[in-house]
T-cell receptor, first 113, second 110 residues
Framework: GEDVEQSLFLSVREGDSSVINCTYT??????LYWYKQEPGAGLQLLTY?????DMKQDQRLTVLLNKKDKHLSLRIADTQTGDSAIYFC?????????????FGRGTSLIVHP | DAGITQSPRHKVTETGTPVTLRCHQT?????MYWYRQDPGHGLRLIHY???????DKGEVSDGYSVSRSKTEDFLLTLESATSSQTSVYFC?????????FGPGTRLTVL
C-alpha cells in the first residue's frame, strides 16, 4: 500500500538552512507536495513538484526529487522564526479517477533565535 | 485562499450526542474531504466526495457519516459521539491537482 514517511522533528538556528526529508512508496506518484501548518490553522500548500522534474526552486524554497530512491526533500534557505510550523509531505497520482493524496505525519520545524 | 469555511469552529459535546460539522466552499470544486488530525497520527481521511451525492469512505470512517446535497456543502455527522472522536477536523477541497484546507473545527467529546 501507499505510505509516506517523515521524521517528526527538526530544530535549526535562525539564518541556517533547513532540510526536511520525506520518503514515499508509490512509484506511480505523479505529484508530490509540501504543505505548511501554522499553530491553530489549516494546511497551506507551499509548493509541489511533478514527478518528471528533479528540482523546483521558489524563492527560499528548493524541492529535490529522487525518483529512484523515492525521496523528496524541502530545503528552506535562511530559515526564520516565522518558518516554525509543521510541514507535511504528500503524494498523489493523476488519473481519470479519484484524487486522494496520501500525507505523511508531518515534521515539526523549530527555529531558535 | 480557496474560500472554505467550517462551522462551528469549536464545539464541546457529551458522549452519545449527535454532532454535525459543516464545510462550505465557494470555488465550485468537485472533490471535498473530511480529515481528522490527532497528535502522532498526522492527517487521516474520514470520508470524501467526488460530486453531489457521490461519497466514499476513507481510512477512519467508522462512527462517521457524510452527505453532499449541493456542490458547495459537505456535512460530517457523528451519530453518537464518543471520547475517541475528540479531535481537530479539517475540511478540504481539490481543484487542478491541489488541495485547499479549511481552518478546522476543534471538537471535544466529554
Amino acid at each position: 500500500g501507499e505510505d509516506v514517511e517523515q521524521s517528526l522533528f527538526l530544530s535549526v538556528r535562525e539564518g541556517d538552512s533547513s532540510v526536511i526529508n520525506c520518503t514515499y512508496t508509490d512509484s506511480s506518484s505523479t505529484y508530490l507536495y509540501w504543505y505548511k501548518q501554522e499553530p491553530g490553522a489549516g494546511l497551506q500548500l507551499l509548493t509541489y513538484i511533478f514527478s518528471n522534474m528533479d528540482m523546483k526552486q521558489d524563492q527560499r524554497l528548493t524541492v529535490l526529487l529522487n525518483k529512484k530512491d523515492k525521496h523528496l526533500s524541502l530545503r528552506i534557505a535562511d530559515t526564520q522564526t516565522g518558518d516554525s510550523a509543521i510541514y507535511f509531505c504528500a503524494e498523489t497520482f493523476a488519473s481519470g479517477g479519484s484524487y486522494i493524496p496520501t500525507f505523511g505525519r508531518g515534521t515539526s520545524l523549530i527555529v531558535h533565535p | 485562499d480557496a474560500g472554505i469555511t467550517q462551522s462551528p469552529r469549536h464545539k464541546v459535546t457529551e458522549t452519545g450526542t449527535p454532532v454535525t460539522l459543516r464545510c462550505h466552499q465557494t470555488e465550485n470544486h468537485r472533490y471535498m474531504y473530511w480529515y481528522r488530525q490527532d497528535p502522532g497520527h498526522g492527517l487521516r481521511l474520514i470520508h470524501y466526495s467526488y460530486g453531489v451525492k457521490d461519497t466514499d469512505k476513507g481510512e477512519v470512517s467508522d462512527g462517521y457519516s457524510v452527505s453532499r446535497s449541493k456542490t458547495e456543502d459537505f456535512l460530517l455527522t457523528l451519530e453518537s459521539a464518543t471520547s475517541s472522536q475528540t479531535s481537530v477536523y479539517f475540511c478540504a477541497t481539490a481543484g487542478r491537482n491541489e488541495q485547499f484546507f479549511g481552518p478546522g473545527t476543534r471538537l471535544t467529546v466529554l
